[in-house]
């Protein structure tokens, strides 16, 4: 049986279809471009930007400082239309990440919104202990914290408020970048062990040497005002070193200006009044 031949699309057919499809086209861009636009209308309503930014928990840090840098960033527009003030939309890692590299003196940031006012909660870093240079004026002293990174200046005080770290001369402030530890963080938290350690046993720590040779020497003070200076290697543990001063201290009598731990269980000092070194051995 013969097969009927295919037929074929007349032009005016195919032209039908192509208009049909051509309309459908045009309603759906219409109906997203009329959708777009009722979102970027919503977006921009008044109620729903930001208006008022508050900053809080600043000590040394200008508060304008702080509103200009923030203002700067919800100050311009998604797609040149939807303004960043929106609070659905505001940039707020891109705030945090900003504020911490713009102020060294900030440890942290949290943002916090209460209808259209931007909160700015900021911590700034707390003050652990002075750092200065053996080779530099001591205007040159700056704060550290508990991290090891210094942040600002610190100025003289009178009396002990904070313990000092000294740095060997040539290592001067810009050779360490301001947002990097100035030492080991560890070494750092363990050199603040030790001193509170030792104050423990009656001394009141006020300075801490650290030399190129990996040793360190820090003067303390006795309740008297007399001087002592505690020698011990970079290397040893708080543990260790505390633990051979407390059995010294333990056995030893007398007032003491020098008083070295750098050689494990056996201790050397030196006596008020210029008496002779001599050494004892701290394991009983």
Not at 121 to 149: G, K, N, T
Not at 192 to 219: M, N, P, Q, R
Request: overall charge positive; proline content about 4%; some cysteine.
């Amino acid at each position: 049986m013969a097969q009927r031949p295919r037929s074929l699309q007349s032009k005016k057919y195919i032209a039908k279809k192509r208009k049909r499809s051509l309309k459908i086209a045009g309603i759906v861009v219409f109906c997203v471009a009329a959708l777009f636009s009722l979102i970027v209308f919503v977006l921009r309503i008044d109620a729903f930007q930001i208006t008022t930014i508050q900053v809080s928990g600043n000590r040394g840090i200008e508060t304008e400082q702080v509103k200009e840098l923030v203002s700067a960033h919800i100050g311009a527009y998604y797609l040149g239309l939807i303004p960043k003030t929106n609070i659905f939309l505001y940039p707020a890692d891109d705030i945090v990440l900003d504020l911490v590299a713009s102020f060294i003196r900030i440890d942290g940031v949290r943002l916090a919104r209460h209808g259209e006012i931007l909160e700015v909660v900021v911590r700034e870093r707390v003050p652990e202990a002075v750092v200065c240079w053996a080779d530099l004026q001591r205007s040159a002293c700056r704060f550290s914290d508990m991290h090891a990174i210094t942040y600002a200046p610190a100025p003289e005080f009178s009396g002990k408020v904070y313990t000092e770290f000294v740095l060997p001369a040539g290592e001067t402030p810009s050779q360490t970048e301001e947002s990097a530890p100035f030492m080991d963080p560890v070494l750092f938290q363990k050199y603040l062990e030790i001193a509170a350690g030792i104050e423990k046993f009656g001394f009141s720590v006020s300075t801490i040497y650290l030399y190129d040779d990996g040793d360190v020497v820090l003067k303390a003070y006795t309740a008297k005002s007399q001087e002592t200076q505690f020698f011990i290697r970079g290397g040893d543990s708080a543990a260790m070193v505390l633990g051979n001063l407390g059995l010294f201290l333990g056995k030893a009598k007398g007032v003491f200006t020098q008083i070295d731990l750098r050689y494990g269980n056996s201790v050397f000092y030196k006596q008020a009044g210029g008496a002779s070194s001599t050494s004892t051995n701290a394991k009983k």
